[in-house]
């Protein structure tokens, strides 16, 4: 058995997983789940399920062309594997004052089993394997939990890739020390039941940190100003959600952004709360110009006039939460 199968479960009824030829099978409701390429793919099947919405196409699609094109900000390529060390190093350099340097540094989480939910295809895993953790990457896009996978094999990593949702995650019940998430559970109208599955899934004194967007921020105040006036002048009025105009990297012929919501920290707190959390602890980080001002403020963060003030702005006008937790 390998180390992170000790972690597992049915998506759906929770029970646990036997291991079978290129597949696992429940052995509560006997449910099947292939291992494909090597990726364990532990999707409840949402057809069996009412009311449940798909909204991994989006994401899925989005991370093949920037993939593909090999124009991902964080993915690596063909990247060997001392190159991908490399940009480790120096991406980590960039973020200096995020969730990954404070809430989640290197002290906090090395020799801890790690999940991070929504992880992404590109640098998330390797600095968790570079931290020293035992990194299990989650995300409901497939192409994200192969490509995580893909890099941190070749950074000799032992981490692991698996294709699940945030709002079913495959994992038992008190089992992982830590479970981080950046930037991934505004994404889904069910961003509660996501709260209560961490806190199913941590140990009784286990940890989490998670980045939410934060709705009083100049960032997105501007964007749903701009969805409001494109609602407004639009020929059609189901067009131009606010949130159709985020996430452009990910965009692919018809596909926008189905999904985003901000949070303020009342309503954070009292999410938290209701999942079951004790301890919660805030602050904001991320304040760029290049989101703020057209044109011209992607050029002014690259000045040292524009990373200094970011930095001194950042923790009254950021735009993500940085919120630490504990069970
Ligand atoms: C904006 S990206 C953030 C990626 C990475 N965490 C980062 O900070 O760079 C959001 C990621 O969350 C994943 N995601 C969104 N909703 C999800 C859900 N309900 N379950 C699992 N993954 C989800 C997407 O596929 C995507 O990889
Ligand atoms: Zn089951």
Redesign the pocket.
């Known amino acids: 058995m390998t180390w992170f199968e000790n972690y597992l479960a049915?998506p759906?009824?929770k029970?646990s997983l036997l291991s079978e030829k290129d597949m696992y099978r429940?052995n509560?409701?006997n449910?099947k789940y292939p291992l494909y390429e090597g990726i364990p793919v532990l999707m409840p099947h949402l057809e069996t399920l009412p009311g449940r919405e798909d909204r991994s196409v989006f994401w899925n699609e989005g991370w093949k062309k920037q993939l593909e094109n090999n124009n991902s900000l964080k993915g690596f390529g063909d990247a060997p594997g001392e190159e991908i060390k490399r940009r480790v190093e120096e991406d980590w350099k960039l973020l200096e004052g995020s969730l990954y340097t404070v809430e989640a540094n290197r002290e906090i989480v090395s020799g801890k089993v790690v999940l991070d939910i929504g992880c992404g295809a590109g640098s998330q895993g390797p600095i968790f394997e570079s931290y020293g953790a035992r990194y299990i990457g989650l995300d409901f896009s497939y192409n994200a939990a192969f490509y995580t996978q893909k890099y941190i094999r070749k950074i000799g990593g032992q981490g692991v890739g698996i294709n699940g949702r945030a709002e079913y995650l495959p994992i038992k019940s008190n089992s992982v020390d830590f479970v981080f998430s950046h930037g991934v559970l505004h994404h889904t109208p069910k961003t509660q039941e996501t709260f209560e599955e961490v806190y199913r899934c941590l140990k009784p004194g286990g940890s989490a940190a998670i980045g939410l967007y934060v709705t009083f921020s100049p960032v997105w105040i501007g964007i749903r100003a701009r969805g409001w006036l494109a609602k407004v002048f639009s020929q059609n009025p189901n067009a131009k959600a606010w949130y159709h105009l985020t996430e452009g990297g990910w965009i692919t012929g018809n596909n926008v952004n189905p999904w985003t919501k901000t949070y303020t920290k009342r309503e954070l707190t009292g999410m938290f709360t209701k999942a079951g959390f004790k301890t919660i602890k805030f602050r904001k980080s991320v304040f760029n110009f290049g989101n703020c001002v057209p044109i011209m403020g992607k050029y002014i963060d690259r000045t040292r006039f524009g990373r200094r003030f970011s930095k001194a702005v950042a923790p009254a006008l950021g735009s993500m939460w940085c919120i630490a937790l504990k069970k």
């Open positions: 049915c759906v009824c029970g429940c509560v409701c449910q």
